[in-house]
């Protein structure tokens, strides 16, 4: 697993031995809720380029990632209640690629490990019988053969969905050194984008700083120079340093154990209205997490963000009402159309957002919204992200431009502002009883007083 423990390997194996206890105790009741008396979970397999003998980089299922940090293709975890879990391993006989060594650390003693070669001899590790059994993942060849009760069940991936919102304090250590090894990474690439880099070299620079390759990262970064920053999903990493440099916006996180962080910023490289504009959402962002606690709808949380957006609009004069006309007008949205936030663990928009129970029914996002991917209310342990945008977006400002918010906007702004592209801020809160911590923030401080 690259990066360092966040904790001594003995703290850790505890922490894991608690997290794995609860693990298969809600595993436990999903199975009899749903009526089996097994589960099936299966690391995923390689997928060969289409016409070609080469595969693509292999990413590990998340219902596997809730098992086992390991990350290897064609491993299998079988779970009865009341019985130590097996782990088949899969270590090819290879001399076209190396094989992976067998599992050790932390996390390995609690499981009885059985090394196979390749799924045929992992059915014959597994036990005789899988009629009363539930699998996860995918299905492969010889899967027909195999004899399992269901596959992909949705009632019983519901519940196990469901519980994964609540994170162990095993899980909170995994993601606080995630935000670590993410804070190294973005201070590197900052001061890439300080010396004149392209794109592609601030990504080096952060690949670097986190000691990750870009296949061990938990999603592709978003680094976006100048007016790239509009672009949410900007995929392209440009190799030649723009002429001029406006913005920086990135937004790369880490993964540790099988957890991600999910870490954006935003930079000037000297333009005092733009750094100004940043500080202010920056003040937005911390007072959004300030929402943050047990109990609270999500969904007010980002209504909020569009309140307090509708004011720095007014008082950066980007509009020309007040907050109020633009709010109700839904001028906010031409500058934030995306979600606030959004669970995180295992996958970067985890699991489980929607949902009103274990047992079925979906919270309805609020109208207008139809981004927002987080609609529960609080839980303490509910890890979430805390990302608040303005952006100038060109296919929302001419679609603005040619109905009644037109008179709302005050376009001279908006062309000056334009080539900055956009501002995002996010941090990663583990939800507590009366407030959050702020992972993070507290990363980047403990890595600023490291340097």
């Known amino acids: 697993m690259p990066g360092a423990t966040p904790s001594p390997a003995g703290e850790l194996s505890k922490l894991f031995g608690r997290h794995l206890e609860a693990v298969c105790h809600r595993s436990a009741e999903a199975l009899r809720a749903c009526g089996y008396q097994a589960l099936l979970v299966h690391s995923g397999s390689l997928l060969p380029v289409f016409q070609d003998d080469r595969t693509y980089p292999f990413e590990v299922n998340a219902p596997f990632k809730v098992w086992t940090p390991l990350a290897e293709p064609d ?115 900052q001061r890439a984008f300080a010396a004149g880099e392209s794109e592609f070299a601030i990504e080096l620079a952060f690949l670097a700083a986190c000691g990750l390759r870009e296949q061990e990262l938990p999603y592709n970064p978003i680094i976006a ?51 100004a504009l940043i500080a202010h959402m920056d003040t937005v962002q911390q007072a959004l997490c300030k929402d943050v606690r047990a109990g609270v709808d999500w969904r007010e949380v980002h209504l909020h963000a569009h309140r307090l957006t509708a004011e720095v609009l007014q008082e950066a004069e980007i509009v020309t009402c007040n907050a109020e006309q633009a709010l109700a007008a839904g001028v906010t949205r031409v500058f934030l159309p995306h979600g606030v936030g959004h669970l995180l663990g295992l996958q970067v928009h985890d699991a489980g957002g929607f949902m009103r129970s274990p047992e079925g029914g979906d919270i309805p996002r609020p109208e207008g919204h139809p981004y927002l991917r987080l609609t529960r209310t609080l839980e303490e342990g509910f890890v979430v992200t805390m990302e608040p945008g303005l952006y100038f977006i060109d296919p929302l400002l001419e679609a603005a431009r040619a109905d009644k918010r037109a008179s709302l906007i005050n376009w001279s702004r908006v062309k000056a502002l334009r080539r900055f592209g956009g501002i995002r801020i996010e941090d990663d809160l583990a939800v507590t009883a009366t407030g959050c911590e702020n992972l993070t923030r507290e990363a980047f401080r403990a890595e600023l007083s490291r340097s």
């Open 75 to 189: 491993c299998f975890v079988h779970f009865q209640p009341g019985q130590r879990p097996i782990l088949a391993f899969s270590q090819p006989g290879d001399y076209w690629y190396k094989p992976p060594a067998p599992p050790e650390g932390y996390w390995t003693g609690y499981f009885d490990v059985r090394i196979c070669a390749d799924r045929e001899s992992a059915r014959a590790l597994l036990p005789l019988d899988l009629g009363t059994t539930a699998y996860l993942g995918e299905a492969f060849a010889e899967f027909g053969s195999w004899g399992v009760a269901a596959h992909n069940p949705a009632r019983l991936m519901r519940h196990l969905d469901f519980g994964r919102a609540i994170k162990s304090a095993y899980e909170l250590a995994c993601l606080r050194e995630a935000n670590r090894l993410g804070a190294r990474g973005h201070l590197a690439a």
């Open 225 to 275: 120079l100048n007016e790239s920053g509009s672009v949410l999903h900007y995929q392209v990493l440009e190799k030649h340093a723009p002429a001029e440099r406006h913005s920086l916006l990135i937004d790369a996180g880490a993964e540790f154990g099988g957890y991600a962080s999910d870490i954006t910023r935003t930079y000037s490289a000297g333009d005092g209205d733009f750094s």
